[in-house]
């Protein structure tokens, strides 16, 4: 996203970036769907998630479509060991975790921002949103040590910065001064 993208928490009336003249504003704030072009490294079952970027005005690079990717696969991977996801369709990883996670981009695009994910699981949305913008501080919270081990793999292998997973509860980490009051998005579990 670009450093002028309109944040604090209002809603865009039109997301697209792209003022062509075969889009235009439809109900909820989503351009329609439009023939996106596959980039040839993408494989076209990837197709409906990069149409859902495009209706969310977002544009990945090449090194953020692999780390979705792969991602996704470390996520499949390790739920046949642990319960991380009832979701096990590939497409549907891609559309119902990460695309969905980045919905709430449509709410809240600051340029910088700190992120509190309370209960991240597997870590929707935080994630996704630290990937789409790796500018952003990223606390991850979670009570599930299995889950945390998972978190801190993904965070490694993908190279995330500026993101950190925290073993433990909300009504313990309220008590922190260093986190009370400090977040600019929480998403609650």
């Given at each position: 996203m670009s450093e002028d993208s309109p944040g604090g928490g209002k809603p865009r009336p039109y997301i697209s970036r792209n003022s062509s003249a075969d889009t235009h504003n439809v109900g909820a704030g989503l351009a329609?769907?439009?023939?996106?072009?596959?980039?040839?490294?993408?494989?076209?079952?990837?197709?409906?998630f990069l149409e859902g970027l495009h209706r969310l005005g977002l544009e990945l690079t090449e090194q953020q479509v692999n780390q979705f990717l792969w991602y996704r696969q470390e996520l499949l991977d390790w739920n046949t060991r642990m319960n991380l996801t009832?979701?096990?369709?590939?497409e549907e990883v891609l559309?119902?975790?990460?695309?969905?996670s980045l919905s709430l981009l449509?709410?809240?695009?600051?340029?910088?921002?700190?992120?509190?994910?309370?209960?991240?699981g597997a870590g929707f949305p935080g994630l996704p949103l630290k990937i789409v913008h790796p500018q952003w501080h990223v606390v991850l919270l979670e009570a599930t040590g299995k889950k945390v081990k998972f978190l801190q793999h993904i965070i490694e292998a993908l190279q995330l910065k500026d993101v950190v997973v925290v073993h433990g509860r909300a009504e313990e980490l309220?008590?922190?001064?260093?986190?009370?009051?400090?977040?600019?998005?929480?998403?609650?579990?």
């Amino acid at each position: 996203m670009s450093e002028d993208s309109p944040g604090g928490g209002k809603p865009r009336p039109y997301i697209s970036r792209n003022s062509s003249a075969d889009t235009h504003n439809v109900g909820a704030g989503l351009a329609p769907a439009r023939q996106t072009p596959v980039p040839t490294w993408v494989n076209p079952a990837f197709q409906p998630f990069l149409e859902g970027l495009h209706r969310l005005g977002l544009e990945l690079t090449e090194q953020q479509v692999n780390q979705f990717l792969w991602y996704r696969q470390e996520l499949l991977d390790w739920n046949t060991r642990m319960n991380l996801t009832s979701i096990t369709n590939p497409e549907e990883v891609l559309i119902k975790h990460f695309l969905d996670s980045l919905s709430l981009l449509m709410m809240y695009d600051a340029p910088k921002a700190r992120l509190l994910d309370i209960g991240a699981g597997a870590g929707f949305p935080g994630l996704p949103l630290k990937i789409v913008h790796p500018q952003w501080h990223v606390v991850l919270l979670e009570a599930t040590g299995k889950k945390v081990k998972f978190l801190q793999h993904i965070i490694e292998a993908l190279q995330l910065k500026d993101v950190v997973v925290v073993h433990g509860r909300a009504e313990e980490l309220a008590h922190e001064a260093e986190y009370r009051g400090s977040f600019d998005v929480v998403t609650p579990f």
